[in-house]
């Protein structure tokens, strides 16, 4: 299934892997659901980390760490949490051997899967010293060739010390529901800034209104029009930090239409009000 959602660049062209550190003032502090054809790293810093990827839910505490393999569909809740990601591109590492490249080949076709929540001492190591050296990176200004080896390195050990299922999504019915959540949560990124109605939203899943509202709650933990706001907070946030637009203009941009309900939701989200948000950076 190719259906990309989130194109964005991360990295460059000549090292595509990016660190964000994400704490509660950050756009994406709430990260909602999405998917992309890179390969994704997270560990909780500090505080707890709800984790669904696909159908599966994890709960990350400090110092725990996940993997979450290309196209998986992941979305997490933070609860007082600080938490890093990395995401990079799986097939930047290949190195022109066939006999290193051939597990890579494998993940990227999806022949196999990386273990979600490995618990390999040698491979948590290698983890860490990822972020460590993808730190170094972007603080310090540090060359990447360190970094390129710290992720050659994780892989050599998942490969060495972690069986990996030859497929994630056990079953057909399973394929199915993310195929149908995929298509939604790619309408409501495309369509957010509209007037949306449940009708709009159970058509493109083809299920009745009643099924329709179940099936997202199951698949995501939260109500449809509850996801719709998250999202539409992170657009204004992000908006609030890279654009000068008026605060009346982008609450309009992203949806709301009421602005006095666009500040009250931003602040129950972020704790602080758009100004003081724009202001805090």
Same mark, same amino acid.
């Given at each position: 299934?190719?259906?990309v ?7 460059t062209a ?8 994400v704490?509660?003032l950050? *756009? ?5 659901f999405?998917?992309?054809?890179s390969? &994704?790293?997270? $560990?909780?810093? =500090?505080g707890e980390?709800?984790l669904?990827?696909?159908h599966?839910s994890?709960?990350?505490r400090a110092g725990?760490?996940?993997?979450v393999?290309?196209?998986t569909?992941?979305g997490?809740?933070p609860?007082d949490?600080i938490?890093e990601v990395?995401?990079?591109n799986?097939?930047?590492l290949?190195t022109?051997?066939?006999v ?5 080949d494998?993940?990227?076709?999806h022949?196999?899967f990386?273990?979600e929540?490995p618990e390999n001492?040698?491979v948590?190591?290698?983890f860490?010293n990822?972020f460590?050296q993808m ?5 310090t200004?540090?060359? *990447? ?5 710290a992720f050659?390195?994780?892989?050599? &050990?998942i490969? $060495?010390?972690? =069986?990996?299922?030859?497929?994630v999504?056990?079953?057909l019915?399973?394929e199915?529901?993310i195929?149908?959540l995929k ?5 409501l ?5 509209e007037?949306l ?6 058509n ?9 509202c179940?099936?997202?709650k199951d ?7 509850q996801y719709?706001?998250t999202?539409?907070?992170?657009k204004?946030a992000?908006?609030?930090l890279i654009?000068?637009?008026?605060v ?6 992203c ?5 006095s309900?666009?500040i009250?939701?931003?602040k ?10 724009r202001k =805090?950076?």
């Amino acid at each position: 299934m190719m259906i990309v959602n989130e194109l964005k660049q991360h990295g460059t062209a000549d090292f595509p892997f990016e660190l964000y550190k994400v704490d509660r003032l950050h *756009p994406r502090y709430v990260m909602t659901f999405h998917w992309h054809v890179s390969v &994704e790293l997270i $560990r909780v810093i =500090s505080g707890e980390l709800s984790l669904t990827l696909d159908h599966r839910s994890y709960r990350l505490r400090a110092g725990e760490f996940a993997l979450v393999n290309s196209e998986t569909v992941h979305g997490a809740t933070p609860h007082d949490c600080i938490y890093e990601v990395i995401v990079f591109n799986l097939a930047f590492l290949k190195t022109g051997n066939p006999v290193c490249d051939g597990f890579i080949d494998d993940l990227l076709s999806h022949v196999s899967f990386l273990k979600e929540r490995p618990e390999n001492e040698d491979v948590a190591r290698a983890f860490h010293n990822v972020f460590e050296q993808m730190d170094d990176v972007q603080t310090t200004g540090a060359p *990447p060739f360190k970094a390129l080896g710290a992720f050659l390195n994780l892989l050599g &050990e998942i490969e $060495r010390n972690v =069986s990996f299922t030859s497929n994630v999504n056990a079953t057909l019915y399973d394929e199915k529901r993310i195929g149908k959540l995929k298509a939604v949560l790619e309408f409501l990124h495309g369509h957010y800034a509209e007037e949306l109605t449940l009708d709009d939203l159970s058509n493109v899943a083809n299920l009745s209104r009643k099924y329709f509202c179940k099936f997202f709650k199951d698949m995501t933990g939260t109500t449809p029009f509850q996801y719709l706001t998250t999202y539409r907070v992170e657009k204004a946030a992000r908006q609030l930090l890279i654009t000068k637009l008026p605060v009346t203009e982008i609450a309009l941009d992203c949806g709301f239409n009421d602005l006095s309900y666009f500040i009250k939701t931003f602040k129950a989200r972020k704790g602080i009000s758009p100004n003081q948000y724009r202001k =805090s950076f």
